[in-house]
């Protein structure tokens, strides 16, 4: 599926490539690998720093994912795991044996 914005499709495809490498990387390389613009992806990195999203080393000029994007993730994890129990309760509740009393 293609995003409806150029910019979207760009992003994610850094996002998507840097997780992915499990490791960090130049802007070159990741230039060369999307075939976006360098001045591109550079600016993206350095707003997704700003946000926690991509991590910046100055030593090499290297990036990698940031720490909130992964923090992210686990939250929605966590959510999801809330109600995959409170869902499981509530089925526990409504397959629990019925009791017949007889007089």
Partial sequence: MSP?????????????????REGWAT??????????HRD????VL???????????REEG???TIGAELPRLG??????????AAAL???LDHLCRPLTLETP
Avoid at 10 to 18: E, G, K
Avoid at 40 to 43: E, G, S
């Fill in 40 to 43: 591109t992806v550079r600016a």
């Fill in 61 to 63: 000029d290297l990036f």
């Fill in 74 to 83: 686990l939250h929605q994890h966590n959510a999801l795991a809330r109600r």
């Fill in 4 to 20: 409806r914005h150029k910019g979207t499709g760009q992003v994610v495809a850094i996002l998507t490539t840097l997780t992915l």
């Fill in 27 to 36: 802007v070159a390389e990741l230039s060369a690998e999307l075939n976006l």
């Fill in 88 to 90: 499981r309760a509530e």
């Fill in 46 to 56: 350095e707003e997704l720093s700003v946000h926690g999203w991509a991590q910046h």
